[in-house]
């Protein structure tokens, strides 16, 4: 069974770029949550999509969006990209969205800033 | 805001040893606690979850759960070099949803 892909792996964008990134859920799966990964803040939520609906977002600024298709896979943007936005962005896929429903991490795509 | 703490790394223990890792949490509604494993470089992978106090074991690994002090740790038994990684204890969170809590990881190192 294949785990959640990501595209693209790395990316280097300018200050005021916008930027896409893609993620396919493990087959079946139909939550896919996003992440920002820096080594000081850790780990930080950023939405979560169930249905082509987003249920939750995290605290972050509105430049930050994204999207569920039918088939499950998501996208997420980031427009007008400031160089604190460099940071690995992790996607994880559960079956069901649910606090005791374990999630799936991809790769990640690393974004670089300059 | 909801936190989770881990302890502070880096942990080094030497190749055979009882690794530790603590983490404590601030939602006491928590119903739902899950350990990852992330190597440098790498993204994270799920190793354990855990949902009622108490232990859970899984080969080398146990989790153990005490939901009145809010409290979840991981022990590594006989531990390895290729146990030396970042451990990130996530904490789902109490209302509805799906979002999870992160801590920012305690780097083990295991020394042969």
């Known amino acids: 069974k294949a785990g959640v892909t990501q595209t693209p792996r790395y990316l280097i964008k300018t200050r005021g770029q916008q930027v896409t990134l893609s993620c396919s859920p493990i087959?079946?799966?139909?939550?896919v949550s996003w992440y920002q990964q820096t080594p000081g803040q850790g780990l930080q939520f950023l939405f979560e999509y169930f249905s082509e609906t987003q249920r939750n977002k995290g605290n972050f600024p509105g430049r930050f969006s994204g999207r569920q298709f039918s088939n499950s896979r998501s996208e997420m943007n980031v427009s007008t990209l400031e160089l604190g936005d460099s940071a690995l962005y992790l996607c994880?896929?559960?079956?069901?969205?649910?606090?005791?429903?374990?999630?799936?991490f991809g790769d990640g795509t690393r974004l670089s800033i300059l | 805001q909801k936190e989770v703490e881990q302890n502070s790394g880096p942990l080094s223990v030497p190749e055979g040893a009882i690794a530790s890792l603590n983490c404590t949490y601030s939602d006491r509604g928590s119903q739902s606690f899950f350990w990852y494993r992330q190597y440098s470089g790498k993204s994270p992978e799920l190793i354990m979850s855990?949902?009622?106090?108490g232990d859970k074991e899984d080969g080398r690994f146990t989790a153990q759960l005490n939901k009145a002090s809010q409290y979840v740790s991981l022990l590594i038994r006989d531990s390895q070099p290729s146990d030396s990684a970042t451990y990130l204890c996530a904490v789902g969170e109490s209302n509805t949803g799906n979002q999870f809590y992160f801590g920012t990881g305690t780097s083990l190192t295991v020394i042969p």
């Open positions: 855990i949902y009622s106090n």
């Open positions: 087959s079946g799966h139909r939550s």
């Open positions: 994880a896929s559960s079956a069901y969205p649910g606090r005791n429903q374990p999630q799936h």
